[in-house]
């Protein structure tokens, strides 16, 4: 009845009538047919693909600008499944969607206004079970939602750039605790605790890597071997030397790179020698292997394996998601040096870690 552009290449569809929950996959139908012919020009066929979002239901339930936002975000959904289909709108799948976009358009401001804090986790030595130092995991305080946890807005930072301001603040953050600790905490036996700071792809290539970092480390009057910073497997994964330098070069000052959830992407083994990592972080999926008992062989001997590979690479082994005693306990004799988990500490605010490395001194 209806078919008006609204820009771009996004059109609308308008049916109205009865038995319209039949009709409207009809019309999609049609549409997507239409679409499959090539369209030749200058002798090469051009395919095009269209990406539908269908919104259908009584009249007057909602206002016609509820059922555009409902079909964009449909139609997004389809997009991102694939495109060249068509999605059913639904209501919690809408409501996620904007959920979403408000997160991210509040984020810059979340920023500026201070609503992000870090929690700390310990990274306990297996050997003699010291507290070697920390990971710090960032929150934000949502005036209306409460916590939230990075799953629910790093993703979105990552997306709109705003993790290279927010990561910047974490590093900066982290690395004034970590002095901090150093002052209260100096003279262990064991060296100072060390900070580990997740790193995003984004802030891998993002070209002022290297002297933020400098900068940051000088301004807190921190020495490079108290940094550890984190990247996931996934994000080197056929990384070229351009991508690399700045981590080299970091590598090279003396801070430690560590391979973040390694075991869960390619574990592209021979790839690990040319890069410039000193710590290798099993991801967490091993270590449930180890939750029964007894243990499932087989992640016993990967593990072992890998411990061997890392140990010959002069590589240190750190393992997260360690829950109880006996998994730690597998973890020392199959070899790995440092352990995280909920079995010592939960992330939790920085004056738990102080406790915790006061009562290791002390015990
Ligand atoms: P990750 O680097 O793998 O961090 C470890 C996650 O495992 C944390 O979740 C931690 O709370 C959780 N965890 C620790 N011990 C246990 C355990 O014994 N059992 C279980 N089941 N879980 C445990 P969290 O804090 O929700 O962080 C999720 C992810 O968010 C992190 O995964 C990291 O990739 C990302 N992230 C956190 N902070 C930052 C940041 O400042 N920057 C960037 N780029 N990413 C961050
Ligand atoms: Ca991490
Ligand atoms: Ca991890």
Redesign the pocket.
């Known amino acids: 009845e209806m078919v008006a552009r609204l820009g771009g290449d996004e059109f609308v569809a308008l049916t109205t009538g009865p038995g319209t929950d039949r009709t409207v996959d009809e019309l999609a139908e049609r549409i997507m047919n239409a679409l499959v012919t090539p369209i030749s020009i200058d002798g090469r066929d051009l395919l095009v693909r269209g990406s539908l979002g269908i919104v259908e239901g009584p009249a007057g339930e909602r206002t016609a600008a509820e059922v555009l936002r409902s079909a964009d975000i449909t139609m997004y959904r389809a997009k991102s499944a694939g495109g060249n289909r068509s999605e059913l709108a639904d209501p919690e799948a809408d409501a996620r969607a904007i959920t979403r976009h408000g997160l991210t358009t509040a984020l810059p401001t979340a920023l500026e206004r201070g609503e992000f804090f870090i929690?700390y986790?310990p990274l306990v030595h297996l050997g003699d079970g010291s507290v070697r130092g920390a990971?710090?995991?960032?929150r934000w305080l949502h005036p209306q939602h409460g916590v939230l946890?990075?799953?629910r807005f790093?993703p979105l930072a990552e997306h709109t750039g705003l993790?290279v301001p927010l990561?910047r603040w974490?590093l900066e953050e982290s690395i004034r605790q970590a002095r901090a600790w150093r002052v209260r905490h100096g003279g262990q036996d064991a060296g100072p605790l060390r900070i580990n700071?997740?790193?995003?792809p984004c802030?891998l290539s993002h070209p002022g890597l290297v002297q933020d970092t400098v900068d940051i480390l000088e301004r807190a009057g921190v020495t490079p071997d108290a940094l550890c910073l984190?990247v996931?497997e996934s994000a080197l994964i056929g990384a070229d030397d351009d991508l690399l330098k700045p981590l080299r070069r970091l590598a090279e000052m003396g801070v430690d790179i560590a391979l973040?959830?390694f075991g869960t992407g390619y574990s592209n083994l021979a790839n690990l020698r040319r890069l410039p990592v000193s710590v290798l972080k099993l991801d967490?999926s091993f270590t449930q292997g180890m939750q029964q008992f007894p243990a499932d062989p087989v992640d016993l001997k990967i593990v072992e394996g890998i411990v061997t590979l890392a140990h010959s690479l002069d590589l240190a082994v750190t393992v997260?998601?360690?829950?109880t005693g006996a998994q730690a306990e597998q973890l020392r004799v199959l070899g790995c040096d440092t352990a995280?988990?909920?079995?010592y500490a939960?992330?939790g605010p920085p004056e738990r870690l102080h406790d915790l490395a006061l009562a290791d001194a002390k015990g």
């Open positions: 929690e986790q990971e710090a995991l960032v946890g990075p799953d790093i993790i990561g974490v700071v997740n790193l995003s802030q984190e996931t973040d959830d967490r997260e998601g360690v829950e995280q988990g909920w079995y939960r992330p």
